[in-house]
């Protein structure tokens, strides 16, 4: 049983370029959750996707956009990306929007230079 | 808005000494609270949980019982062994949906033999 991947392990960009994330949740799962993981820090909720759709949203400007596939898969992006922006992201998978078990991924560390 | 607070760390015991890690909250309405544990290059993983005051939620020898009165929930484990380091967050979430949780800064345990 696969759990929850995210794809690529590392990513290095450069100010102001677009980067773009991927997530499968685990099987059987069909709600995704990105968070944002600064050095040091607890995870931040970015925003939550059920049924295709973006249903919750946290503290992120609109450079933060998100999408959900038919296949419950998800991508996150960032546009014009800021130094600010390094950190490992997170995505975390359940079944429903309303199920107290998460299943968090190994994340993605994005570095912007 | 929600918080959580953790005792800052790092955490650094012997083997078999025992263990509590603080936590606090503040937020609207009645949380569900949670603790996760992050090995190294690994994602979250849930500990333990707990849904209304008075619960007691425990796993792997965890404990931590959600109490309203003080708004806190204390991770603890009588022994803890090598194996236990990792680093521990405190998290809650409202209206059961675990996807959009509120997390606190993480406590960095290290168990030396």
């Known amino acids: 049983d696969a759990g929850v991947t995210q794809s690529p392990t590392h990513l290095i960009k450069t100010r102001g370029q677009q980067v773009t994330l991927r997530c499968s949740p685990k099987?059987?799962?069909?709600?995704v959750s990105w968070y944002q993981q600064a050095l040091g820090q607890g995870p931040q909720f970015i925003f939550q996707?059920?049924?295709?759709?973006?249903?919750q949203r946290g503290n992120f400007p609109d450079r933060f956009s998100g999408h959900q596939f038919p296949n419950y898969s998800s991508e996150l992006n960032v546009n014009a990306l800021l130094l600010g922006d390094s950190a490992l992201y997170l995505c975390?998978?359940?079944?429903?929007?309303?199920?107290?078990?998460?299943?968090f991924g190994s994340g993605t560390q994005l570095s912007v230079l | 808005g929600n918080s959580v607070t953790q005792m800052e760390g790092p955490v650094t015991l012997s083997e078999e000494a025992f263990l509590t890690i603080n936590c606090t909250y503040t937020?609207?309405?009645?949380?569900?609270l949670f603790w996760y544990v992050q090995y190294p290059g690994e994602g979250l993983q849930l500990l333990l949980k707990?849904?209304?005051?008075?619960d007691k939620g425990s796993n792997k020898g965890f404990e931590a019982t959600y109490r309203k009165e003080t708004t806190s929930f204390h991770l603890e484990k009588g022994s803890v062994q090598v194996s236990d380091s990792a680093v521990y967050f405190c998290?809650?979430?409202?209206?059961?949906?675990?996807?959009?949780?509120?997390f606190g800064d993480g406590t960095t345990l290290t168990v030396k033999p």
């Open positions: 975390a998978s359940s079944l429903g929007d309303r199920e107290e078990k998460l299943f």
């Open positions: 937020a609207t309405g009645y949380p569900s």
């Open positions: 996707y059920y049924e295709e759709e973006e249903r």
């Open positions: 998290a809650l979430s409202v209206n059961t949906n675990a996807g959009k949780s509120t």
């Open positions: 099987s059987g799962h069909d709600t």
């Open positions: 707990a849904t209304k005051a008075d």
